[in-house]
């Protein structure tokens, strides 16, 4: 029998359909191939978190120093022994940042009236030192100003004086508020701006 010729345009409707099937085809593996990669590096990427920073040295100094609470809880002569809260080496600190302070310092002899601006943090190891001291800003702030007022510009305009004021400061502000008998620990102080004019 014979068989009709076919026709041309049946051919290309034909091709044009498995050219759009083709490309779904290669879409679904690409999107396949995408996903694995990222899931490959994700993989990679935790695999060396916990092979790297898994077992820091600041776990290792939590660890040495839970053994030691442990062995000194009843210490040599069977009373317990206090320790301090002291922050472990690597843990992180938290900054309090202060508003700028401006203030007219003493007269250095004759010379004409000089002022002093500056911005500083308070550094202090844990969020509940942050808060307690956050209570108190009116406070430490009247503080830092009492203190900043007193000086010369001669006094604090060295690294020496700048330094010497750094723990002046620090000495203050870990003084117990008032009312209270607790003292607050401060473990820096940080000026982020310091103008004498």
Same mark, same amino acid.
Request: no cysteine; glycine share 4%; net charge negative.
């Given at each position: 029998?014979a068989?009709?010729?076919k ?6 409707k034909?091709?044009?359909a498995d ?8 879409k679904t593996?690409?999107?396949?191939i995408i996903?694995?990669l990222?899931?490959?590096?994700g993989?990679?990427g935790?695999g060396?978190?916990f092979l790297?920073? +898994?077992?820091t040295p600041s776990?290792?100094?939590?660890k040495?120093?839970?053994d ?6 009843n210490g +040599? ?5 206090e320790? +301090? ?20 310092l ?5 010379q004409q ?11 202090v190891p ?5 808060e307690k ?21 001669s ?5 020496e004086g700048k330094e010497?004021?750094t +723990?002046?400061?620090m000495?203050l502000i870990q ?8 003292t607050?620990k401060?473990t ?7 103008i004498?004019q």
């Open positions: 029998m068989t009709a010729p026709d041309p345009k049946d051919k290309s034909t091709d044009e050219a759009q099937v083709a490309p779904k085809k290669s593996l690409l999107y396949i996903l694995l990222v899931l490959l590096i993989g990679g935790a060396a978190y790297f920073f +898994k077992n776990k290792q100094v939590k040495d120093n839970a030691e609470e442990e062995e000194d809880e +040599k002569d069977g009373k317990k022994s320790k +301090k809260d002291a922050p472990l080496p690597n843990s992180p600190q938290v900054f309090i940042p202060l508003e700028s302070f401006t203030v007219n003493q007269p250095d002899g004759n009236q000089e002022y002093l601006q500056a911005v500083l943090n308070l550094q844990t969020d509940q030192e942050a001291v956050k209570a108190r800003i009116p406070e430490v702030r009247s503080r830092i100003l009492m203190l900043l007022s007193s000086k010369r510009a006094e604090i305009s060295t690294v010497k004021l +723990k002046e400061i000495d003084k117990p508020f008032n009312g209270n008998t607790e607050q401060l820096g102080v940080y000026f982020t701006s310091f004498i």
